[in-house]
């Protein structure tokens, strides 16, 4: 089933998203931080056949809107015409370019969990942050076929969740369940998965082993305070 998709962030994630969202036969909305003139270049040759537009015409023309944006820039979202969105959550934490963010490293808390308490009216599910923007782009396979990738998939509501796996299988992926928003911690950086451009049985293992890790007990350790 087509999708109409919509992506807030032009860079590197983001136009190897909105190409294969095309290629998958889904409709595509960009956006960038302004002026979607700013963006128009990029888009027509990195993702030729998506429309670039602004980040709340995105938001608000589209069925499932993706974050792959820095985390920090978390407050430009527009929330009000993500109301009743579901949200797919791309984005990581980097001090390097989020600055130091302690909100953003409490790991009593994941930072899907920050975006969720953001985005209020949204639906927040956790995915296609983990892999590479190389991997993901050189990946795709059709169903069942060898060596075929999985992409990790978190979230709190089960048809969001559905739909959001249904989204990464037609972009060229197996989707492996990842928990709920506070368990989607698994995929973020320094965890295991972190990276992992494996089959989804491998996926699902290095997931189903986090708790036994050394960043699994740092968790369950500042989880317990």
């Known amino acids: 089933m087509t999708t109409h998709l919509g992506v807030l962030g032009a860079g590197k994630l983001g136009t190897v998203l909105a ?18 003139e700013k963006i128009r270049l990029v888009v027509d040759v990195l993702a030729p056949g998506a429309l670039a537009v602004t980040a709340e015409e995105a938001a608000r023309s589209s069925d499932v809107v993706v974050l792959a944006l820095p985390l920090g820039a978390l ?3 527009p929330r009000e015409a993500l109301l009743g969105k579901t949200v797919v959550d791309a984005m990581n934490y980097w001090w390097e370019i989020d600055g130091d963010r302690p909100d953003l490293t409490d790991d009593r808390v994941s930072t899907s969990e920050v975006v969720q308490a953001h ?98 007990e740092q968790v369950r350790t500042a989880r317990a305070l």
Do not use: C, W
Request: without cysteine; proline residues 8%.
């Open 119 to 216: 985005l209020p009216g949204s639906i927040v599910v956790k995915a296609l942050n983990h892999m590479g923007y190389h991997d993901l782009d050189e990946g795709p396979r059709p169903l069942g076929a060898p060596g075929r990738r999985a992409i990790a998939v978190a979230g709190d509501d089960p048809e969001a969740v559905a739909r959001v796996s249904d989204l990464v299988d037609s972009l060229g992926f197996d989707a492996v369940r990842a928990g709920s928003l506070h368990e989607s911690i698994v995929l973020q950086p320094h965890a295991p998965a972190f990276g992992a451009n494996v089959s989804a049985d491998e996926l699902a293992a290095i997931v189903a082993e986090f708790p036994v890790t050394s960043r699994g």
């Open 19 to 36: 190409r294969l969202a095309l290629a998958a036969g889904h409709t595509v909305m960009i956006a960038g931080s302004g002026d979607p």
């Open 75 to 77: 407050g430009s979202v």
